[in-house]
């Protein structure tokens, strides 16, 4: 697994999450946002312009839900240890099986925040994903619940941010 950051890192960014999600009063948090997966899990992939959501529930458990070209990148470069399949094919609904997995997490009529603002959740995908889990639970735009701790930077970060910047004044001398 190719992952950047440690363990304990990956741990004290979803502690983070957690934390705010609880003052939020949300039972889960659908990501569309490959910023926020990769910041929270590792998982980098070429797909997201294609409809995929990382779940994170308030107990903590992650599941990922991803077209089948991305499911060894999804195996490769993330913690991620649930990853369900959508097939991409015509009359396929993956916000469907995204109300299904929900259903088996027991979270129907619960408070769940959506990053609706990002670029596998097109309008299209909106559309049938608010059809797929109308009357499910209290649904809440959460699009900036991840972007806003990603602000403050840990020590790891930082480590990265030093670098990249040595790396930029070493290309400009160049």
Known sequence: MA???TKEEFENRKAKVLKSMKE???N???MFKQESMYWLTGYDSFGFVFFQSLILKDDG???LLTRAPDLRQAQNTSNIKNIKIWEDKEGSSPSDILK???IDLNLKGKNIGIEYDSYGLTGRNTLKLNKSLSNFGNLKDK???ISYLRVIKSDEEIVYVRKAAELADNALDA
Do not use: C, P, T, V
């Open 3 to 5: 992952l950047h950051f």
């Open 24 to 26: 939020q009063n949300l």
């Open 28 to 30: 889960a948090l659908l």
């Open 61 to 63: 458990e992650i599941i």
């Open 100 to 102: 299904e997995i929900l």
């Open 143 to 145: 699009s900036e619940l």
